[in-house]
Antibody, heavy 121, light 107 residues
Framework: EVQLLESGGGLVQPGGSLRLSCAAS????????MSWVRQAPGKGLEWVSV????????YYADSVKGRFTISRDNSKNTLYLQMNSLRAEDTAIYYC??????????????WGQGTLVPVSS | EIVMTQSPATLSVSPGERATLSCRAS??????LAWYQKKPGQAPRLLIY???TRATGIPARFSGSGSGTEFTLTISSLQSEDFAVYYC?????????FGGGTKVEIK
């Protein structure tokens, strides 16, 4: 059974940093691209970033480019999101998601339950 | 960036009735479109990819159609567990973008 478990969320002040983790199990982690998607309170889904299976290719939404860094440790079956220079508008539930097919980066078949990141002073 | 527009924002439907949800792209996305179901407090669930292919385990009452800029998700006979918010997502171009969602509520 595929499981994705996010952690690392919590209250952070504007300008601060946070690192999210997503522990994966139930599939061959190093053969699938992974992504982060967020949902602000009362809003819709917003794609944040994606990383290839090997970690050598990454893409970012313009809203986080230069501030967030996606990475993965295939030896630990874990996905990360380093978030710097956080803003109030980054307040959201952050979901990690698994690419639906091999070699695909673009749509996602399994998602975690999410971790909440409130950015506030 | 491709803007995805979903309509209506809210759809009130009685159980057993048909629901038709629309998604429009600001430019062509070919058939590179997915649909997700989202319930409060739960993870999103992939329903459809490639505009019309049901994901593994998705009931046949869910169907997708369209290509280019106009897409439709149809739920043929609404069950109680289908009341949720539905999102379309284009994956033809970077950045990946979602529509604003359609909430399907009980009439």
């Amino acid at each position: 059974e595929v499981q994705l478990l996010e952690s690392g969320g919590g209250l952070v002040q504007p300008g601060g940093s946070l690192r999210l983790s997503c522990a994966a199990s139930g599939f061959t982690f190093n053969t699938y691209a992974m992504s982060w998607v967020r949902q602000a309170p009362g809003k819709g889904l917003e794609w944040v970033s994606v990383i290839s299976d090997s970690g050598d290719i990454t893409y970012y939404a313009d809203s986080v480019k230069g501030r967030f860094t996606i990475s993965r440790d295939n030896s630990k079956n874990t996905l990360y999101l380093q978030m710097n220079s956080l803003r109030a508008e980054d307040t959201a539930i952050y979901y990690c998601a698994k690419a639906a097919t091999l070699g695909n980066y673009r749509y996602f078949d399994y998602w975690g339950q999410g971790t909440l990141v409130p950015v506030s002073s | 960036e491709i803007v995805m527009t979903q309509s209506p924002a809210t759809l009130s439907v009685s159980p057993g009735e048909r629901a038709t949800l629309s998604c429009r792209a600001s430019q062509t996305v070919s058939s590179n479109l997915a649909w997700y179901q989202k319930k409060p407090g739960q993870a999103p669930r992939l329903l459809i990819y490639g505009a019309s292919t049901r994901a593994t385990g998705i009931p046949a009452r869910f169907s997708g159609s369209g290509s280019g800029t106009e897409f439709t998700l149809t739920i043929s006979s609404l069950q109680s567990e289908d009341f949720a918010v539905y999102y379309c997502q284009q994956y033809n171009n970077w950045p990946l973008t979602f529509g604003g969602g359609t909430k399907v509520e009980i009439k």
